[in-house]
């Protein structure tokens, strides 16, 4: 297994051990040695294209964001296996967000030419994927031990896999993913985004500090309720199975032996605050099923009061509250008018939070 990453030093180290671990934050703190590992420097677009041009399976775990600047190396690996005829290539982009796989095939196909992207649609697939696993901000001094929450989920679709793959233990293959990735989004997502932002209201500094104050809880499996119906009437999940499903999360969020920072959660709020993200996308949907998501609303509402300095998406915001105000805030990041009825609602709920920490 390759790792590509810009870390020099974390490059270094991978390439000399060859191995790192893995500690699963439960009770047994049981520990997992990954072994047979190397890595390459992910600005060298040469070692880059080399490793592609002889992968078996390519993933990412970068950011959707950070997409855009890994696809260059990726599409000359695709060059690479298209001239020397290699076996096709599946490309997985494990990341939080709809569609993550369609977004690196467009970064992608953005570098090859017409001709070598009518050669690729042959030989290369991006099936989307759906990925849950809690990995906190590591505190560890030996940069190649990580630690995980026990829980993982990882579900891609076969429909858009080459007949034949070789399948990966662990991998749940579905038919129709949409179900999968909206369940996901709209409740791991949206459930630890309510958690950090209504958390931040209050002064906490950890998720788990956060769902240990049971009226916040509340709020949060408000949100969750809210969500949970649309997907519940949307595709068809069992209602009873899908609840269970909402406090798996919420006990997960509780786990006491992770140690989740609030500001690493609720981190780029304009990007969750974007219309197919986790809190506006389920939103709309309630609307649509005349359902008034209000606690999505006051979770948008807070995330607008989320201010950290050190974040460029939360100093943006800041910004523009300050010269434009909520209404036009939310209206310029959410693309919905402002006199949009989810606008109106969150926009009612910022005043309402700006009125108590008035008093």
């Given at each position: 297994m390759t790792f590509s990453d810009i870390n020099k030093a974390l490059v270094d180290a991978l390439r000399e051990r060859g191995e790192y671990t893995v500690t699963l934050a439960d009770d047994e703190q049981g520990r997992i040695q990954v072994t047979g590992v190397t890595a390459i420097d992910g600005t060298d677009l040469g070692a880059v294209a080399s490793a592609v041009a002889e992968a078996e399976l390519v993933t990412t775990a970068v950011g959707v964001n950070i997409l855009k600047h890994i696809a260059p190396g990726i599409a000359r690996g695709i060059e690479r296996r298209i001239a020397a005829g290699a076996a096709p290539l599946h490309l997985i982009a494990c990341e939080n967000a709809i569609g993550g796989s369609a977004q690196l095939k467009e970064h992608v196909y953005g570098h090859l030419n017409e001709e070598t992207r009518a050669k690729a649609d042959?030989?290369?697939?991006?099936?989307?994927?759906?990925?849950?696993?809690?990995v906190p901000i590591q505190h560890s001094e030996d940069p190649l031990s990580v630690t995980v929450e026990p829980f993982y989920e990882w579900a891609v679709d076969e429909s858009a896999m080459f007949p034949g793959f070789k399948r990966v233990e662990g991998v749940h293959y579905v038919g129709d993913l949409t179900p999968y990735i909206e369940r996901k989004l709209f409740t791991v997502n949206t459930g630890h985004a309510s958690a950090a932002y209504l958390g931040n209201l209050k002064g906490y500094e950890t998720i788990q500090q956060a769902m240990?104050?049971?009226?916040?809880?509340?709020?949060?499996?408000?949100?969750?309720?809210?969500?949970?119906?649309?997907?519940?009437?949307?595709?068809?999940?069992?209602?009873?199975?899908?609840?269970?499903?909402?406090?798996t999360i919420l006990g997960r969020f509780r786990?006491?032996?992770?140690?989740?920072?609030?500001?690493?959660?609720?981190?780029?709020?304009?990007?969750?605050?974007?219309?197919?993200?986790?809190?506006?996308?389920?939103?709309?949907?309630?609307l649509e099923?005349?359902?008034?998501?209000a606690a999505l609303a006051k979770v948008m509402a807070a995330a607008l009061r989320f201010d950290y300095p050190d974040d460029p998406e939360s100093a943006e915001l800041q910004r523009s509250l300050k010269?434009?105000?909520?209404?036009?805030?939310?209206?310029?990041?959410?693309?919905?008018?402002?006199?949009?009825?989810?606008?109106?609602?969150a926009v009612k709920q910022f005043e309402a939070l700006a009125a108590g920490t008035q008093r």
């Open positions: 042959a030989a290369c697939a991006f099936p989307n994927a759906a990925v849950d696993r809690i240990a104050d049971e009226a916040l809880v509340g709020e949060v499996r408000a949100a969750l309720d809210e969500t949970g119906a649309v997907v519940v009437r949307k595709h068809g999940f069992e209602p009873e199975a899908h609840r269970r499903y909402i406090d786990n006491p032996h992770l140690t989740d920072e609030i500001a690493r959660v609720g981190r780029s709020p304009i990007r969750k605050l974007s219309p197919n993200d986790r809190l506006v996308s389920p939103a709309l949907q309630a099923q005349g359902e008034e998501p010269e434009a105000g909520a209404g036009a805030t939310l209206a310029k990041y959410t693309s919905l008018p402002q006199a949009h009825p989810l606008l109106l609602l």
